[in-house]
Each structure stands twice: as structure tokens, then as C-alpha cells.
């Protein structure tokens, strides 16, 4: 796979001196990489299911207007995830997993920096923090989210009116409050990034190939290695394999004796073209579940989770909620000028799924960073290829391993 995950793990390989061929049946970065709010979320220690889930999203999916939705006919294959992500939302299950993604993400952006600097990206990235707003009535929301990271020394800090005002002019008088989070980092344009990592992957003698990873078996000549099947017919030997297949990872893990809960929180966006000067940051509205994100192309409104599965067309409907609902804060002239659906790669329990494979320990797994894949992608890359490189891993790996589902 070779999106943001797949390009830096493939990155760490070379730095680690493999010879790498990236895998992908379409091109590099053009799946769920390819729209996202372009944010280093390096505060994202809360996982997706926390405490009062239970009592907020019934309302929520019963709203017309709501940032989350199920499609009906989804339900019955959705129903264990949501079991599972509502036994991850107990009070101490909250917090044992904040532990585990605060382990990755403190050391996130060091990784990053390395791939920025050899893969000269660092023009496409900006360090000026981002703003979690909200409504006079969801001062409570503000106050906790504040404590709650707190806790894991997340820089953050309350901003009222005014203050906010000064930061961010363009915000209309219903964002009363804000958080304001000056250590997050965004990128001008995730695609652009994948495609400078890919150059760096290939100037350094690595090879892409197009095609579909059909399964992995022992090889037959010599025990130590792999065959990768793909649908072509063709196969690949190699001594190690990474599957980095994002959402699509389920049944190619099952093959490999993992039966792993993924799903796909299906994710959306819409480009206001003209108006990327409107905002100086990123601007999240949490109530809303979308950020509103100055880009390269203009002003990225990106966000929801939609439950329907790999197959379903996008909901148009999805389209319409993010342009109004960024039109709640933002004056916007034009119509959005172009929009897009995504398939981010969820676990019930937020994290995502790395290490060894149980019946081949020469398979990799890198899958499954939900919200958080543009954030994690360095890391959890450098985690599995000092692995597979038989070295100490700088990150404990134990609370991401497949065998937790078990
Ligand atoms: C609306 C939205 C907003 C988001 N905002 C943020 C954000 O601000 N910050 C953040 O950190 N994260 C964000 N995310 C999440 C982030 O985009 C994802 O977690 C990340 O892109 C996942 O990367 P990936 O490489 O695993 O998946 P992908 O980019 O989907 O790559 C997987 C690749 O595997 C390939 N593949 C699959 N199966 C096969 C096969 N059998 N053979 C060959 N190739 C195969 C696919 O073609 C694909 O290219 C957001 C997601 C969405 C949807």
C-alpha cells in the first residue's frame, strides 16, 4: 500500500537499508491520504470512544444535520465494531489507550522531521498550531477537553472572544470560545507530501509497482522468504513484507491468521477554492466533527464518520452538511469547487494495528490509524522498520499488536 503510511514505512526501510518495492494497485497517495484536514494532531490522545459516546450518538444519528451517520442497510455488518468501540469507551479502557497513542505521538514529529528533511518537504509544512472552537453553550465541552490533555501535558490554552478574534478575524461571534493548541503542524497539501516522499523513495533506488496484493505464502524455494501473490498472476519474492493497506487490510490479515476488527469510518471533504486566506490555522468545530483547513487549494472543510462499509457510493447529503455547516462560523461566497470521500482505517479501540503477523512473523503489519494516519505515519514506519530490521523498537509495540483482538 502506498499511501502516507506505506511511503514513510517504506522510507524507514531504505534508512535502514532494505531494498524496497512499494505495492499499490493505485497510484501513490490518491486513497484516504489524499483528502484529509492535512493536521499533525500530535495532541490526539483521546480515542473516538470515550465515556458518554453511549448517551450522545443515538441523538446524533437520528439528526438530519449530524457530523455522524450509519446507513441503515450497513447495520447489521457494523454491529460488532460498535460493541467492541462501546466496550473501548469505559472509563479505564479511556484511559489505557490515551497511554498508548501518547507513547506514539510524543515522538510523531521527530520522526516526521527526519522524512521531512531528506525528502525536502519542508516547505510543505506549516508550524502554526491550530484552534478547537466552540459555542457560548458548550463552554463544559472546552473546560474538559482542556483538563483531559491536560493530564498528558498537551500544550493547550483557553481563548475567549476577543483573543480569539485577534487570532482568527475571519470566525464569526458563534465561535465564543477556543482552545488554541500551538504545538499542532499542518501540511499545505497531504498528496503533494506523499508524492515528495515517493520522490525521495525512488531516488534512492526504490521501485513502485502497480498491482494488487492478492495474499502471502512461505516461499516454496527458500523457507525464509516470502511469495506475494497478486491478482495480475504475477507474484514478488522478498524477505520481508509490510502490509500497509489501510481500510482494506481485513481480509489480507485474515489470510495471515489475524482476524482484526477493522472497519472504515468513511470520511469526507469539500474545497472552497477562494477562500484559503479566510483562516491563519486550522480550525476544528469538535461539536460539528470537521476541521476547516487553509490549504494549498484553498479552504479544506474536512471531517464526519459515516458507517457504510468499503462498497456504498458517498452520501451527497455528507457534501451539503460540511459546506453549511462551515458557513455556521465563515462568510463564503462561492460554492465549494470540489469534494471527496475517503475511507479512513478504524479499530474500535483507536489505535492501529502493528507488528508481526501470526503465521508468518515475516509480514508487518502497519494498519488501521483511523483518525490519525497523516499524524502517526512516520512513526508507526519507523517502529516496524526497526522491527523487521531486527532492532530494538524506539516505541514499545506491545499495545499494538494484532494478538489484542485475540
Ligand atoms: C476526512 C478525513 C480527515 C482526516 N484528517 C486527518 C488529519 O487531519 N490528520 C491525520 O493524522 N489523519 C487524518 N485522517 C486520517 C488519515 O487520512 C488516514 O488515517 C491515513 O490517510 C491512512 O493512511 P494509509 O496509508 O493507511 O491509507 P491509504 O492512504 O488509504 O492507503 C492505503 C493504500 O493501500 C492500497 N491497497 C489496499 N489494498 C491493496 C491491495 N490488496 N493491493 C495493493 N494495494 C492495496 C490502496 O490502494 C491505498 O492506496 C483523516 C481522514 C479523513 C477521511
Not at 458518554?52 to 447489521?76: E, F
Not at 460493541?83 to 506514539?104: K, N, P, T, Y
Amino acid at each position: 500500500g502506498a499511501g502516507v503510511v506505506g511511503l514513510a514505512s517504506a522510507l524507514w526501510l531504505q534508512r535502514l537499508n532494505w531494498k524496497v518495492t512499494l505495492l499499490d494497485r493505485q497510484p501513490p497517495g490518491s486513497g484516504t491520504s489524499f483528502g484529509n484536514a492535512c493536521t499533525f494532531a500530535t495532541y490526539a490522545v483521546e480515542p473516538v470512544a470515550t465515556p458518554g459516546i453511549w448517551r450522545k450518538a443515538p441523538g446524533m444519528l437520528l439528526r438530519p444535520d449530524s457530523p455522524l451517520a450509519i446507513r441503515p442497510g450497513y447495520l447489521p455488518r457494523i454491529a460488532p465494531w460498535l460493541w467492541r468501540f462501546l466496550a473501548s469507551s469505559r472509563e479505564h479502557r479511556v484511559d489505557a489507550i490515551s497511554q498508548d497513542l501518547h507513547s506514539l505521538l510524543k515522538p510523531c514529529m521527530g520522526s516526521w522531521q527526519t522524512l521531512f528533511d531528506e525528502a525536502g518537504a519542508n516547505d510543505l509544512v506549516r508550524h502554526d498550531g491550530s484552534l478547537y472552537i466552540f459555542e457560548g453553550h458548550e463552554r463544559r465541552s472546552a473546560i474538559d477537553m482542556l483538563a483531559y490533555h491536560q493530564r498528558f501535558d498537551v500544550p493547550m490554552r483557553l481563548l475567549e472572544g476577543p483573543e480569539l478574534r485577534a487570532l482568527e478575524p475571519a470566525l464569526n461571534a458563534r465561535a465564543a470560545l477556543a482552545l488554541e493548541l500551538p504545538d499542532v503542524s499542518r501540511t499545505l497539501d497531504p498528496y503533494a507530501l506523499s508524492l515528495r516522499l515517493l520522490r525521495r523513495f525512488s531516488e534512492q533506488g526504490g521501485e513502485f509497482r502497480q498491482g494488487e496484493l492478492q495474499g502471502v505464502q512461505r516461499s516454496t524455494q527458500h523457507s525464509e522468504r516470502l511469495t506475494a501473490r497478486l491478482s495480475s498472476g504475477e507474484s514478488l519474492q522478498a524477505e520481508r513484507l509490510v502490509l500497509c493497506t489501510g481500510a482494506w487490510s481485513r481480509s489480507l490479515a485474515q489470510t495471515l491468521g489475524d482476524e482484526i476488527p477493522l472497519d472504515t469510518e468513511r470520511g469526507y471533504h469539500v474545497l472552497f477554492d477562494q477562500s484559503g486566506a479566510l483562516l491563519k490555522r486550522p480550525v476544528c468545530w469538535a461539536a460539528g466533527g470537521f476541521y476547516m483547513t487553509p490549504m494549498a487549494q484553498g479552504l479544506r472543510v474536512a471531517g464526519t464518520v459515516e458507517f457504510a462499509g468499503l462498497e456504498a457510493a458517498p452520501d451527497p447529503r455528507r457534501y451539503r452538511y460540511l459546506a453549511k455547516a462551515a458557513r455556521r462560523f465563515l462568510t463564503l461566497h462561492h460554492e465549494p469547487a470540489s469534494q471527496w470521500m475517503g475511507f479512513r482505517p478504524s479499530l474500535p479501540d483507536s489505535k492501529p494495528v502493528l507488528g508481526q503477523s501470526r503465521l508468518l512473523p515475516q509480514v508487518y503489519y502497519n494498519f488501521g490509524h483511523g483518525h490519525v494516519g497523516l499524524t502517526l505515519a512516520a512513526i508507526t514506519g519507523q517502529l516496524v522498520a526497526e522491527q523487521a530490521s531486527g532492532l530494538a523498537p524506539s516505541v514499545s509495540m506491545q499495545a499494538f499488536l494484532a494478538g489484542r483482538f485475540r
